[in-house]
């Protein structure tokens, strides 16, 4: 065979080469392409159920602000600070959350202006503030005001029936949210989720234990 015809297959074999390299690059881009637009997205459901947990536990925040003045046992004492700790940082991952997504964060501390809010984002009053809206499990101001007017024993007492029936209102969210057609289905809404269902049964039946061994323990829900 002459060295001409060897260079001109050795050429072809290089031009189908490429072209199926090409090709599969191709292919590869694509698949990509059809796996992110069939990733679920979150939903105005999704964005609605995030902005009213952060309220949620931003109260619950303020419940359990009360205990170091008022309590003198160390077991509520220590399931104060791991209900702060645990709600403080699925407050922060939820607020990362809607700012990625591009949506209104709430103001977890009042109406405080928009120097406090997120770069780009409008401030959205939270949920907790407006009137007509309590969400299920959140005390009311009296019932804040009752708590915090209590010390030793009574407090105790009030503290652990209130946390009990507000962990209770996040599960009831959590089930409606789950409930609701099309909601949920972003995987990091759905492990979100998840957790809060576990974390909430887990320490109400802590609550309910150390309930058990206080005086007069009746929920007044």
Do not use: S, T
């Given at each position: 065979m002459s060295i001409t015809l060897i260079t001109r297959k050795t050429r072809r074999l290089s031009s189908i080469a490429v072209a199926g390299a090409a090709a599969l690059v191709s292919l590869a881009a694509a698949g990509r392409a059809g796996g992110q637009s069939a990733r679920p997205s979150h939903t105005a459901d999704d964005v609605k159920f995030m902005?009213?947990?952060i309220s949620h536990h931003a109260?619950?925040?303020e419940m359990t602000a009360l205990v170091p003045a008022r309590t003198a046992r160390q077991k509520i004492r220590l399931l104060a600070e791991r209900i702060e700790i645990s709600q403080k940082d699925e407050i922060a991952l939820m607020q990362r959350w809607l700012t990625d997504r591009h949506e209104l964060v709430p103001d977890t501390h009042g109406s405080r202006g928009?120097?406090?809010?997120p770069p780009g984002h409008e401030m959205a009053m939270s949920a907790a503030h407006m009137p007509g809206t309590l969400m299920p499990g959140m005390l009311t101001a009296e019932q804040l005001s009752q708590l915090a007017s209590k010390k030793?024993?009574?407090f105790d007492r009030l503290f652990l029936e209130d946390m009990i029936g507000h962990h209770e209102g996040a599960l009831v969210m959590v089930k409606a949210l789950l409930g609701t057609n099309g909601a949920a289905q972003e995987p990091e809404i759905f492990r979100f989720t998840s957790d809060i269902d576990a974390d909430q049964r887990a320490e109400i039946m802590r609550m309910r234990a150390l309930l058990s061994g206080t005086s007069g323990g009746t929920p007044r829900r």
């Open positions: 902005q009213n947990m109260q619950a925040l928009p120097d406090h809010h030793g024993p009574e």
